[in-house]
Nanobody, 123 residues
Framework: VQLQGLGGLVQAGGWLRLSCAAS????????MGWFRQVPGKEREFVAA????????YYADSAKGRFTISRDNYKNTVYLQMNSLKPEDTAVYYC??????????????????WGQGTELTVSS
């Protein structure tokens, strides 16, 4: 199983969409999440989506600005990030909780992780 994503450099107020493509047959039975981490701090939850996109959950810092979505045909999860702020600068990780139909915000409950993608928001 591999999870991959693409990040970038964005100016404050701008937007970026992260994507994470998963290989393997587990995707449609999984809860997918996004986490982020800055040096010296613990990895923090950003957003998660259940298997059929019927449930989505966001950290307070992401509410109203970020949208998580998924395409089970493409085995891909997305994080649309708008109105970016310098404090959003971090390494972003996608993660899969397999098999699962219940959203969790706890990183330890996720089974597979992407390698991380760096986002820098300049002021």
């Amino acid at each position: 199983v591999q999870l991959q994503g693409l990040g970038g450099l964005v100016q404050a107020g701008g937007w970026l969409r992260l994507s994470c493509a998963a290989s393997g047959r587990f995707f449609s039975n999984s809860v997918m999440g996004w986490f982020r981490q800055v040096p010296g701090k613990e990895r923090e939850f950003v957003a998660a989506i259940n298997w059929n996109s019927g449930l989505r959950y966001y950290a307070d810092s992401a509410k109203g600005r970020f949208t998580i979505s998924r395409d089970n045909y493409k085995n891909t999860v997305y994080l649309q990030m708008n109105s970016l702020k310098p404090e959003d600068t971090a390494v972003y990780y996608c993660a899969a909780d397999v098999p699962s139909f219940r959203i969790t915000t706890t990183s330890a409950e996720y089974d597979y992780w992407g390698q991380g993608t760096e986002l820098t928001v300049s002021s």
